[in-house]
């Protein structure tokens, strides 16, 4: 599978290393190069300074024959306006998009976008940490 990931934090650079691990084709983007050190020395996809919301760098990245693209930087903007260019300009059938804020989620997902929300996830961990060391009250 020929996957394009925008960001490379702590998720972005485990996924990509993992994926990459799986045998799949990978190529990671960031606007900071700097970010790339998060990237074990044995990953073997490609690693792209640039945005993804440009299209010289989402062409250089080879979206247009991508299989997957998730958008994994700090802005839900930057996330939805990239995820919304693979799915709609190039016909990424499979994107993903994280989204932080989970109203804005849940309205991206009617709207016909995959999102996922962090805050969302967290806020159930913590719930059932909670009463987990509660002992259930």
Known sequence: MRVVIMGCGRVGAGLAQRLSNEGHEVTI???NSFAFQRLLP??????LVG???????????????ADCFIALASGDNRNILAS?????????RNVVTRVRDPLRAELFERLGL??????SFG???????????????
């Open 29 to 31: 983007l960031d606007t």
């Open 42 to 47: 044995q990953f073997s996809g490609r690693r």
């Open 51 to 65: 945005s993804g919301t440009d299209d010289r760098v989402l062409i250089d990245a080879g979206i247009e024959k």
């Open 84 to 92: 919304e260019k693979a799915k709609e300009v190039y016909g990424v």
């Open 114 to 119: 995959k999102t996922f929300s962090p805050t």
């Open 123 to 137: 806020i159930d961990l913590a719930h059932t940490a909670l009463f987990e060391a509660a002992g259930g009250q």
